[in-house]
């Protein structure tokens, strides 16, 4: 199963409608089975994720985020009371 999944529905009246009954689809979701929850979605959105590569971070630039974001990932990482050293290590 892939979590977080983007995409667009395609049909724009299809679009309009899903993007309108939110209340509803919020309604109705705790009557129906967990398998069968985001399954309508997933049957008329095409997968952005397919559809555009990600593009990646020059070395330089994650080099430069590294050192802007350091202080704040160390601070973060105590507030949480996480190790995000990890974070650090991606980033270089």
Do not use: C
Request: proline share 5%; glycine share 6%; no cysteine.
């Amino acid at each position: 199963m892939i979590h977080n999944q983007s995409g667009e529905i395609g049909n724009p009246v299809l679009r309009l409608l899903w993007r309108r009954t939110g209340y509803l689809r919020s309604a109705v979701a705790p009557l129906l089975p967990l398998k069968w929850r985001g399954q309508f979605f997933r049957l008329i959105a095409r997968n952005q994720d397919v559809a555009k590569p990600k593009e990646r971070l020059s070395p330089e630039l994650q080099a430069m985020l590294t050192a802007e974001l350091r202080d704040d990932i160390l601070t973060l990482q105590d507030l949480i009371g996480r190790d995000l050293s990890v974070w650090l290590a991606r980033m270089t």
